[in-house]
């Protein structure tokens, strides 16, 4: 008998325990909901890591002759030549 009293003990301290630690999780997540349903009180306070995050425009001063503007240009022409679209004859289907 006294094994099956230790077996309840311990099953009813793990059902607290579980509850517990669901209650909390419950809490946080009703907490987060409510901070992203929350509009930011003005347009100009975006946190420092929004502003890092962000990347700043390209503005080639060489007329598109930058590593960067060549490498854009390679990507899009790469794209634009695996596109169905570029290449009527692609269209056609048997």
Known sequence: ????????????????????????????????????AEPPSSAGEMSQATFS??????VCINNGSCDSCRARAERLAAKASRSPIADPAKLTSV
């Not at 009813?12 to 579980?18: A, G, K, S």
């Open 53 to 58: 995050r962000v990347a700043a425009p390209h």
């Open 1 to 36: 008998m006294p094994i099956i009293s230790l077996t309840l003990i311990i099953g009813l301290c793990l059902v607290f325990t579980f509850l517990i630690f669901f209650l909390l999780e419950q809490n946080h997540r009703r907490l987060r909901v409510a901070e992203r």
